[in-house]
């Protein structure tokens, strides 16, 4: 049985299984670029795998690059929903805004550090499906692990249980391996949630701050302005941002917030309809 699988380590994803045996090192997204405080650019994530960086803001530009799920980049303004960026590289150009976002929303990132955890703490690798990604996961644990098949399974379960709480909240299936093979032991399916990953609207102007969907029927973003916004554009925004998420979503919350983190706008529309006001954020 043909398999492909890749593994992340540290800030790089190191290796992928071609095949039963074959092994090839992949160098993934470069090394996290360290934050720094300054008030004329921020940094986002890439949270889509392979998006291009265009020569101008619209999507008929000429490419100039491509950035990986992961990568860092830095955000120095927004027209139009595109954000003019610098990779790490050193290379500049403009990303549509709903495909970069904070660090937390990256199943990239939350999975470099959970397989870091698992390894460290458990001795057990885990490994990605180069088609599926974060759907299909792959076990290799310690020979004592391997008991009866029922154990096996109890055992992996709790650390998928883990991996969709800290992770991704879809449904995933796990094949764990035999100890020291690539041959699989038992294959089984976890069920998981509606809302796997956070959905990103284009951001019109400004640039998103922070992202909170930590409950997968609820969603909670910011948006940091750049510019003196006007009350009715604000309101156009987010009924427009809104329309993003399906029905699954029980609520979302959008809040514009000026550069003396002034409330302008806080958004809500849940099933009850929308609610808003101005220059004011009660929660």
Known sequence: MTKILIRFSGLFML?????CTAKEELKGPPSETVEISKPDYTFLWVIKPNINIREDNSSGSEKVATLADGDSVIVYGNQNGWY????????KGWVRSDLLAPRNASIFRKAVD????????QNIDLFFDKNLQHARVYLSMPAEKYTTVNEVENFARKIITEY???VYRGEVTVRVLQPGSDEEYITFEQKGQPNPAALIPVIPFGYLETVDD?????ISISVALEDDINNNRLLEAAR?????YPISYQKVIIKFVSA???????FVEDAGGELYEFDRCPE
């Open 15 to 19: 290796g992928a299984l071609l095949g």
């Open 84 to 91: 003019q960026i610098e990779s790490t590289g050193g290379i």
């Open 114 to 121: 959970f397989v870091d955890r698992l390894k460290t703490e």
């Open 164 to 166: 969709q709480e800290q």
């Open 214 to 218: 930590s409950d997968p029927e609820i």
């Open 240 to 244: 427009s941002m809104v329309k993003t």
């Open 260 to 266: 003396d983190n002034t409330c302008r706008l806080w």
